[in-house]
């Protein structure tokens, strides 16, 4: 498939496409992730139009079992972080993998 996007990928883009010095770049990308962890930790839902939509979601306790020894361990309540992607995201994946697929064959 394809590489991972880093901080820094992300920062480079900025820098390519909006003009901004490599440090201006790089404090924007900082900014905004830490505007979402900031949003997402306080229990609120971020949505990015025509991308999707992150939530946090409680999800309660329950039996789990070790596979290995198959003894029974209990799994505490917890917090996990839920994405939704747009329906234009979706499409966009889906025709990307198509367009692909027909290059192949």
Same mark, same amino acid.
């Given at each position: 498939?394809?590489?991972?996007?880093?901080?820094?990928?992300?920062?480079?883009? #900025?820098?390519?496409? #909006?003009?901004?010095?490599?440090?201006?770049?790089?404090? $924007?990308?900082?900014? #905004?992730?830490?505007?979402? !962890?900031?949003?997402l930790a306080g229990g609120?839902?971020?949505?990015?139009? !025509?991308?999707?939509?992150? !939530? #946090? @979601?409680?999800?309660?306790?329950?039996?789990?079992?070790?596979?290995?020894?198959?003894?029974?361990?209990?799994?505490?309540?917890?917090?996990? $972080?839920?994405? @939704?992607?747009?329906?234009? $995201?979706?499409?966009?994946?889906?025709d990307a993998l198509s367009?692909?697929?027909?290059?192949?064959?």
């Amino acid at each position: 498939m394809g590489d991972t996007i880093t901080r820094a990928h992300l920062s480079e883009a #900025v820098y390519q496409e #909006v003009g901004l010095s490599r440090n201006e770049s790089a404090d $924007l990308v900082e900014r #905004v992730l830490q505007e979402i !962890s900031d949003c997402l930790a306080g229990g609120d839902t971020v949505k990015l139009s !025509s991308f999707g939509s992150f !939530s #946090v @979601r409680q999800k309660g306790g329950r039996m789990g079992r070790n596979p290995k020894t198959g003894e029974e361990v209990p799994i505490k309540p917890r917090r996990v $972080l839920v994405f @939704r992607p747009s329906h234009v $995201l979706k499409e966009r994946i889906n025709d990307a993998l198509s367009s692909k697929a027909a290059a192949a064959d």
